[in-house]
């Protein structure tokens, strides 16, 4: 059974940096590919960024673009976020979310496309 927990969380703020960290378990992590997806209150998810299994296709929201990285470790099950010049706009919940998806596919950017899904770490970003 997939588990996905994340965590690295907090308040920063406005042009400070954060790292947020996810490690999956459960299954053969080197086969998955994985994605952060960020929601605020009354809203959907939001894409953010994502990563194909071995680590050689990514994809970023625009609004991300530039200022956010996405890397995986397959030797220790990881995932990290690492978040720089956090804007106000960039506060919301985000969720780390993992699907079987063939490496050869173009990174998938929508939450309908990913099965598995972590509880989430709150980002917060104050002026």
């Known amino acids: 059974q997939v588990q996905i927990q994340e965590s690295g969380g907090g308040l920063v703020q406005t042009g400070d940096s954060l790292k947020l960290t996810c490690v999956f378990s459960?299954?053969?992590?080197?086969?998955?590919?994985m994605a952060w997806f960020r929601q605020t209150p009354g809203n959907g998810r939001e894409f953010v960024a994502a990563?194909?299994?071995?680590?050689?296709?990514?994809s970023f929201a625009d609004s991300v673009k530039d200022r956010f990285t996405i890397s995986r470790d397959n030797s220790k099950n990881t995932v990290l976020l690492q978040m720089n010049n956090l804007k106000l706009e960039d506060t919301a919940n985000y969720y780390c979310?993992?699907?079987?998806?063939?490496?050869?596919?173009?990174?998938?950017?929508?939450?309908?496309?990913?099965?598995?899904w972590g509880q989430g770490t709150e980002v917060t970003v104050s002026s």
């Open positions: 979310a993992a699907d079987l998806i063939p490496p050869s596919v173009p990174v998938k950017r929508a939450s309908r496309d990913y099965e598995y």
């Open positions: 459960g299954r053969s992590f080197n086969v998955y590919a």
């Open positions: 990563i194909n299994s071995r680590g050689t296709k990514s």
